[in-house]
């Protein structure tokens, strides 16, 4: 054999020998995966256009859908899953003083302005006194609603800045309403019973209300603090993966979707 041939098979070994050391690193990235946890319905929906956008970034993108607010961040800290979508800052911030967790926001996804509903009431004006109204019995989404109702004059509150408002805080009461605090995602299936509730609108969506033609009262569209957003562990806000999960939902295809198929009830808030 000559020193030519020889050569010629190490080199042709050498360079099989790369390909293979490379192969490993190259078929992690390829099957990079996360655990994202989402709400079911339309909000998993619009996800699944940004899972469709990730798959072309190399980013594997598992849904787990959830139909209570109070279960994504207990799966997170826990590691069950990797990040979560559901939820604002007044949410978050409640969640972290109630229960110590190390979770933050890394980019916006959208925001659903929160709306009073009724089926016994044509508009506002309606209401009567000593009406019952169904309001989330969280602490954020209850504030919310009492904010809701505040600004449109049925109830004044009385709170500390930064402070999130309770049926406590309600110091002027008109029309002696009773507010009767219930789990968020009940609400809508309990509104025959109740005069009015103040809905969050993937529930209210989920039940076939529609915000623009049946809410008597909604928040307003603009300025307003409660987008949503995806959340990760604090110690894995950094990872370059969750930048593809973000750069994933904040993309025009997601807003064009988002704009498309929910006339103004959900909007981008990026």
Same mark, same amino acid.
């Given at each position: 054999m000559s020193a030519y041939t020889l050569t010629r098979r190490r080199l042709a070994g050498a360079a099989l020998a790369l390909v293979f050391a490379l192969a490993p690193?190259?078929?992690?990235?390829?099957?990079?995966? @996360?655990?994202?946890?989402?709400?079911?319905?339309d909000e998993e929906r619009i996800w699944e256009?940004?899972?469709?956008?990730?798959?072309?970034d190399g980013l594997d993108i598992e849904l787990?859908?959830?139909s209570d607010y109070a279960i994504p961040n207990e799966a997170l800290e826990k590691g069950d899953l990797d990040a979560n979508a559901f939820q604002h800052k007044p949410y978050l911030d409640s969640q972290i003083a109630a229960r110590g967790y190390k979770i933050?926001?890394?980019?916006?996804?959208?925001?659903?302005?929160?709306? @009073?509903?009724?089926?016994?009431?044509k508009a506002f004006a309606d209401l009567k006194e000593g009406a019952v109204i169904g309001i989330p019995n969280d602490p954020s989404n209850g504030g919310r609603a009492l904010k809701l109702l505040e600004a449109n004059g049925l109830i004044k509150l009385k709170t500390a800045e930064g402070q999130v408002p309770s049926v406590l805080d309600v110091t002027d009461n008109p029309k002696k309403v009773e507010f009767k605090e219930?789990?968020?995602s009940q609400l809508?299936? @309990?509104?025959p019973d109740l005069d009015a509730a103040v809905i969050n609108t993937n529930y209210a969506l989920g039940a076939g209300l529609t915000?623009?033609?049946d809410a008597l009262i909604q928040e307003s569209r603009t300025n307003?603090?409660?987008?949503?957003?995806?959340?990760?562990?604090?110690?894995?806000k950094d990872k370059p993966i969750f930048k593809k999960l973000v750069a994933s939902y904040q993309n025009q295809e997601v807003a064009d979707f988002i704009n498309a198929n929910f006339k103004g009830a959900i909007q981008p808030a990026w």
């Open positions: 690193a190259g078929a992690a990235f390829a099957a990079e995966k @996360l655990k994202l946890g989402v709400m079911g319905g256009v940004a899972k469709k956008i990730a798959a072309k787990v859908s959830f933050v926001p890394i980019g916006y996804t959208l925001v659903q302005p929160i709306a @009073l509903y009724s089926k016994k009431l219930i789990e968020a809508a299936n @309990l509104l915000p623009a033609k307003n603090p409660y987008g949503n957003f995806i959340a990760v562990r604090e110690a894995d």
